[in-house]
């Protein structure tokens, strides 16, 4: 790592990783794999004709926050705000709402929904200001290392919080033992809190904050409405940085596919395909595991053959993953396996794919941030990416219409569209050295 040492020390490094490891609990536990299962199963009505879609009202509620509120706060970041105050607050809200899910239980559908909305929100907000910091610790060279190292170490949260909660906390027989299997998910909410705030200390600590110096007349003005409406003019800020989001449009669609996988896997492992809770731990340790080598190692690739390259690359594993999930059953029948085993090979497939895609386009944003629009740049991040959610989050719907299985065509086209446009962005190479070249010193 003393490559990474030229505009960061390794310390710092670290501490930003931290809170990929730390932040990883959260969704993953209470997003993807575990809450979301059980909010399907025994919070939401066992009579209800509804139920994948109440958790999409949720995402989508949540997204539209953020995705409103991304912008406005890479504004501030802009004009001089303190990262790390933004990011404290952001961690204290998702924490400690997140807590209050101990509350919810069977029945309390619009409750739940309320929390989820709070703490994802934060979550996502979290998330953007925190990549913000990237471009101060990396050179243009290893941006796509220290991104992958980053985002691949954050599956070391995710598999740390997985053992901590289903084979730590939930053990109860949800048969045999409903009151004590629901006890102990909202108990589970509780640890996963204090597992966040702990885990990301060392990023307040070990993390400098470097300021922008901006006139003072921007940072008068930053704290007019007119200011802040302006960042959510996407047709102004486009033409401020038009190769940006010639990728964000590209992103927004392929995205959208990564983040189907991400918010409904617990759902369609349990409802579609009968997995038990051992089966989900199993499927979610082979993807944890996949993604953390994959982050890393198209990490390391990209330095040699550049982002855009390795993003095409992994948009074809990712559609030969979601095809053979459409598939699983005769496919299964045809090499005389059973759909588990099928089904986590796949899982190590799209696990391998799922770090690398979301680093080498964090990677991207910040070669291809314009001089002092560091925080900016991450906001419209943040903000594409949460309209790949709300994108996302119609599987849902489209699921209880049509079934989960044939919604999964939905996602393979959602990559086969983001691969097409990705294919009409060129010169990201000559545009990404040009930004960081004639940065204002």
């Known amino acids: 790592m003393a490559e990474l040492q030229r505009n960061a020390r390794k310390r710092e490094i670290f501490g930003w990783a931290m809170y990929d490891i730390a932040n990883q609990a959260y969704t993953t536990i209470v997003i993807s794999f575990v809450y979301s299962a059980f909010f399907v199963a025994y919070i939401v009505p066992a ?13 989508i509620g949540s997204t539209l926050l953020a995705m409103v509120l991304s912008p406005i706060v890479g504004y501030w970041i802009d004009q001089g705000v303190s990262k790390k105050r933004l990011l404290a607050w952001s961690t204290a809200v998702c924490a400690s709402f997140t807590c209050t899910l101990y509350w919810v239980g069977p029945g309390d559908i619009w409750w739940g929904i309320a929390i989820i909305l709070i703490t994802n929100t934060a979550w996502m907000l979290g998330e953007a200001i925190m990549s913000a ?26 598999f740390v919080s997985m053992v901590m909660v289903s084979l730590m906390i939930i053990r109860a027989d949800p048969d045999t033992a409903t009151e004590q299997y629901i006890s ?3 108990w589970a909410m509780i640890a996963i809190s204090i597992y966040f705030v702990i885990v990301a200390i060392p990023t307040f600590v070990l993390v400098r904050e470097r300021l922008p110096t901006p006139k003072p007349k921007l940072v008068k003005e930053s704290g007019s409405w007119r200011q802040w409406l302006r960042t959510l003019n ?6 401020l940085q038009p190769l940006l989001f010639k990728f964000f449009w ?4 392929y995205m959208a596919g990564v983040q189907v996988v991400v918010k ?16 989900l731990v199993a499927v979610f340790l082979a993807t944890q595991f996949s993604a953390l080598f994959g982050a890393i190692a198209f990490g390391v690739i990209e330095r040699y053959i550049g982002a855009r390259k390795v993003l095409f690359v992994v948009i074809a594993l990712w559609i030969i993953a979601i095809s053979g999930m459409y598939g699983i059953h005769g ?14 090979i796949i899982a190590l497939l799209a696990g391998t794919g799922i770090g690398s895609i979301q680093a080498s386009s964090r990677s991207l944003v910040a070669l291809l941030a314009g001089p002092r629009r560091d925080g900016s740049a991450f906001g419209l991040w943040g903000m594409f990416n949460r309209l790949a959610m709300l994108l996302a989050a119609t599987f849902g719907i489209v699921a209880d219409l049509f079934s989960r299985q044939n919604a999964l065509l939905l996602v393979i086209s959602f990559f086969v569209i983001g691969a097409v446009l990705l294919a009409r962005v060129h010169g990201l190479s000559q545009a990404s050295r040009q930004a960081r070249e004639t940065e204002v010193p």
Do not use: C
Not at 47 to 59: C, F, G, H, L, P
Not at 250 to 253: I, P, T
């Open 47 to 59: 009579d209800s004709v509804w139920r994948d879609a109440y958790w999409s009202i949720a995402i």
């Open 264 to 279: 409904f896997i617990g759902i369609y492992s349990t409802g579609e395909l009968g997995l038990s809770q051992q089966d």
């Open 234 to 239: 996407l047709a102004e800020q486009q033409k």
């Open 184 to 186: 102990q998910h909202q």
């Open 133 to 158: 910091f990237l471009p101060q610790l990396a050179t243009r060279k290893n941006m796509g290392l220290v991104s992958g190292l980053g985002w691949g170490l954050g599956y070391i949260g995710g």
């Open 250 to 253: 590209a992103f927004l669609f």
């Open 331 to 344: 496919l299964a029948a045809a090499i005389n396996w059973s759909v588990r085993d099928v089904f986590l």
